[in-house]
């Protein structure tokens, strides 16, 4: 579980003073056992948010009372001894202060309300969702954009548009996770799913994470050469830049730090926007009309996987869970988290707009249209309209590759912790947690030395990397699904059915897009836009296939039982009634107390057909790559 690091509140009270914990089923007291309303207080009114200590001292609903005014009907944050929640896994949740870069939540601060009190614990709360988006318009995003526009000019950026659910729906998910249960994505795969599946996905993880923190320190030298800078300076300078952040033992000043780089972003698209001259009408088109310049071929396939890969990468899913839980979030600021994540999905989204279409204006009338090299390529292409724009793409490439870097090697760091069962909070100094710190130093120096190798493919690196992240992504969101469906794991706060509609939708196109490119590299005289089509048909029936089975075997059990309906998910039904002050209490039991997770036929299968997909799709991605860098 992520640990959530030293606690800062106000001593504990005396013994005779603490309230009695809360039962520790879920379910609904019976009614002759639930205490009687207290009486009307004309001149209460709701605390301000703030995160206490336990479940037995956390907010309850004031009991509604005939008469009351509807906007005054929701359940008011009061004291309580009675909410028959679970107590959280004992370190899974911090009973400090949620320090923010922009604010700080402090137990018993009682001094706004309303609209202010809202204002002030969302400027306290934000900071994982925008961290863990910005960060994903890292070094191979700014690559990967600046070769959609340069090779496809606006015909991409319907993909840009269609990314904004899926990273929503994707995100929103691990926000629930973390705060709800207090444990690290890594480790609940691990305890849930069993070893071999856990260390399947931790590897993965590592894998790719690291290759990605390769080609962060390669977005530094490449943006640093611009100036002539010689990586031999550049690359190590950011990376002793990158440890003394993290390893300041403040999560505020990480935060902090993570804010002015992403500031920094934001302020330098500003002239790349008003000095490219985008053509607002043919922008617009190719955001709702979607197509690819010169048609669909393998290489265009290829690079639409890589777009998706570098804007919805897996380390999101590690990153944003043990950010939420090291930054001491709760249920109660669940509302608070998702506009975080919304937000830095726009954000995001709008970024990667920005740098495709600065593109189109670079190469427009010149030979390097249609023949992408690298990112230092595309500044050099600036440099010849402006060397004052040349130089600002060069800054964006290196701030985007510092916040990337910062933030891929946080995630690998937060599953190193996860697994190992090792103490990983930004908020403890070095010397408490001297093997997280020290795993963050170890990745981030053995990336920068990679690159400092003479002769590397940089370019060809960064594409194949984000095609990777494409490829394993499937993967991730499967297990992210099964979790937010366990009720065991989330309780009140797993899936609607609705959302498992979403997600399955979200699923089916990137297993889409990737088997594309795997039919198309084993059989490159097939027509790319034939294969899409058969895919998704062949997964449309596949999946409907599925479903009605699944019902017939599940309808005919319950009718061999004697109930003659269909059985729910177990432990659903204990939720129904739990009131909304109750949900925001509930936390997850410690994991040693959770039932094991039972796997039915239909799961297994699904599995194992998707550990078949990836290995052949990792496979034959790599046989593409090789193709692509000797020109085949």
Request: aromatic share 10%; net charge positive.
């Amino acid at each position: 579980m992520t640990d959530p690091g030293p606690r800062e509140t106000p001593a504990a009270r005396p013994e005779s003073e603490r309230e009695p914990p809360a039962p520790a089923s879920p379910a609904a007291r019976p009614e002759s056992e639930r205490e009687p309303p207290a009486p009307a207080s004309p001149a209460a009114r709701p605390e301000p948010a703030r995160d206490l200590p336990s479940p037995a001292s956390r907010p309850a609903a004031r009991p509604e009372r005939a008469g009351d005014h509807p906007a005054r009907s929701r359940p008011a944050p009061e004291r309580v001894s009675t909410l028959t929640q679970p107590k959280p896994t004992g370190g899974d949740a911090s009973a400090g202060d949620i320090e923010g870069a922009l604010g700080r939540i402090r137990a018993g601060d009682e001094q706004y309300s309303g609209w202010r009190r809202q204002l002030v614990t969302f400027l306290a709360i934000v900071g994982p969702g925008l961290i863990v988006m910005v960060g994903d318009n890292d070094a191979g995003g700014v690559a990967t954009y600046a070769q959609a526009g340069q090779d496809y000019g606006y015909s991409l950026l319907w993909v840009l548009l269609l990314l904004i659910p899926v990273l929503i729906v994707n995100q929103e998910m691990v926000v629930r996770l973390g705060a709800v249960t207090g444990v690290g994505h890594a480790k609940l795969i691990y305890e849930r799913f069993g070893k071999f599946w856990g260390w399947f996905s931790v590897i993965d993880l590592f894998l790719l994470n690291f290759l990605t923190i390769v080609t962060e320190f390669i977005g530094i030298s490449l943006a640093m050469s611009y100036f002539g800078v010689s990586p031999y300076i550049s690359v190590p300078l950011a990376a002793a830049t990158l440890i003394a952040i993290t390893a300041s033992g403040s999560f505020r000043r990480w935060e902090r730090a993570m804010f002015m780089f992403i500031g920094a972003s934001l302020v330098l698209f500003v002239p790349l926007v008003i000095f490219s001259h985008p053509a607002a009408g043919a922008i617009a088109y190719h955001f709702v009309v979607p197509g690819v310049h010169g048609g669909v071929s393998s290489n265009a396939v290829l690079l639409i996987i890589a777009v998706v890969g570098t804007t919805v990468a897996p380390w999101q899913l590690f990153f944003q869970q043990s950010n939420v839980i090291d930054k001491r979030i709760t249920p109660r600021f669940i509302r608070y988290e998702r506009a975080d994540t919304f937000l830095g999905s726009l954000v995001v989204v709008v970024s990667a707009a920005v740098i495709l279409i600065a593109t189109v204006y670079a190469v427009t009338g010149t030979s390097l249209a249609g023949h992408f090299v690298d990112a230092l390529g595309v500044a050099e292409a600036f440099r010849a309209k402006s060397s004052f724009l040349g130089a600002v793409f060069a800054l964006v490439l290196l701030d985007a590759s510092i916040i990337g870097a910062a933030a891929v090697t946080l995630a690998t760091s937060y599953a190193f912790g996860d697994v190992f069962n090792l103490k990983h909070s930004l908020h403890r100094k070095f010397r408490d947690a001297k093997a997280f710190y020290a795993s963050y130093t170890l990745v981030v120096v053995l990336a920068a030395g990679i690159v400092l190798v003479p002769g590397a493919p940089l370019g060809l690196l960064t594409t194949a990397v984000q095609a990777l992240a494409g490829v394993l992504l499937p993967s991730a969101s499967v297990f992210l699904l099964l979790l937010c469906n366990d009720p065991q794991v989330l309780g009140p706060w797993a899936n609607r059915r609705w959302l498992n509609i979403v997600a399955g939708i979200i699923i089916g196109l990137l297993l889409t897009l990737s088997g594309t490119l795997v039919v198309t590299t084993l059989f490159p005289s097939l027509s790319a836009p034939q294969v899409v089509v058969w895919i998704a048909v062949a997964l449309g029936l596949g999946s409907a296939m599925a479903y009605g089975w699944l019902r017939f075997t599940v309808a005919r059990r319950a009718l061999a039982a004697g109930t003659g309906v269909a059985e729910t998910a177990p432990g659903r039904a204990d939720f129904a009634e739990m009131t909304r002050a109750e949900r925001a209490s509930w936390r997850m039991p410690p994991l040693a107390l959770l039932k094991p997770v039972a796997w039915s036929p239909l799961t297994k299968l699904t599995i194992a057909v998707l550990w078949a997909y990836l290995v052949i799709s990792v496979l034959l991605l790599i046989v593409k790559a090789i193709q692509l860098g000797t020109g085949g």
